[in-house]
């Protein structure tokens, strides 16, 4: 049977879990790719990613079942962040929270990591579609691909985050949006 779980808004108590889940699935998933120990064993930490989402909680959100197991980061109709737990990928948490983002908040956009397929699957999957736009992922020789919601208008609002993303100013950050739930479903990490 089935745990009962809820969608919130994260708060402070939340931080360490979300921290820690994004830096599993970076260290898994996107240290394969870039293989920057300075960033990934240094830079990348639970506490510095607590410190930069302290003042972003009105946009994060947890599946929530007596332990948080995955989040999403929303900016408007941007899906900036989506990461479940690596051990939790496969159990739909991942969808739970796209279909929530799509849903309650119009999510219609989001960028991924070109080599990130698992992620692509994930998304196209929940009626996304690669719209053929990419960009480099600032100093890295890897491109982030847009992908948008089928039916959602031409060109999406103004945010289109993605240089670099908030939750991360001040980090040397590879802001991969894509990554987190879609490699389950993926992360645009890895669900």
Known sequence: MEKEFTIRRANRKDLSRIAEIQVFNYRLYFYPIFRSDAYYFAELSVPALMRAYESETDSLYVYDDGVVKGFIKIEGTYIARLFVEPVLQH??????????????????????????????????????????????EEGTSEYLVLLKKKGSPAKPEANLPGEDAPALKGMNARSIPGLMETQHETDHCQQ
């Open 91 to 136: 159990a739909s948490i991942g969808s739970r929270l796209l279909e929530y983002a799509m849903r309650e908040h119009d999510a219609n956009h989001l960028w991924a990591l070109e080599k990130n397929e698992g992620a692509i699957r994930f998304y196209e999957r929940h009626g996304f579609a690669v719209t053929g736009e990419k960009k480099p």
